[in-house]
């Protein structure tokens, strides 16, 4: 099992930044893959970045040039810079272990004015 705790989120004006740490417990030393995924209302879940053990990363188009996510085993995090609207979403933290996926709780991400 794989427990994975999230923070950071909150209400944030356009052009501002947020950084989303997620602490993950557990079986940790079979994590491989872990990313953030975000959710909008009535909007399917989507991966935003993702981070392999090796430190390849990966991040949707949209928010290339302006998120970072960064992996210091048991941590990842998330810098967020230059915020949009359409960034609003709650955040979710995930990891892969063994063949099973491990989701955290959500973190509540808001930009607006």
């Known amino acids: 099992q794989v427990q994975l705790v999230e923070s950071g989120g909150g209400l944030v004006q356009p052009g501002g930044s947020l950084r989303l740490p997620c602490a993950a417990s557990?079986?940790?030393?079979?994590?491989?893959?872990m990313g953030w995924y975000r959710q909008a209302p009535g909007k399917q879940r989507e991966l935003v970045a993702g981070?392999?053990?090796?430190?390849s990363t990966n991040y949707a188009d949209s928010v290339k040039g302006r998120f970072t996510i960064s992996r210091d085993n048991p941590m990842i995090r998330l810098q967020m810079n230059s915020l949009r609207p359409e960034d609003t979403a709650v955040y979710y933290c995930?990891?892969?272990?063994?063949?099973?996926?491990?989701w955290g709780q959500g973190t509540q991400v808001t930009v607006s004015s």
């Open positions: 995930n990891a892969r272990a063994l063949g099973n996926s491990y």
């Open positions: 981070i392999s053990r090796g430190g």
């Open positions: 557990g079986i940790i030393f079979a994590i491989s893959d």
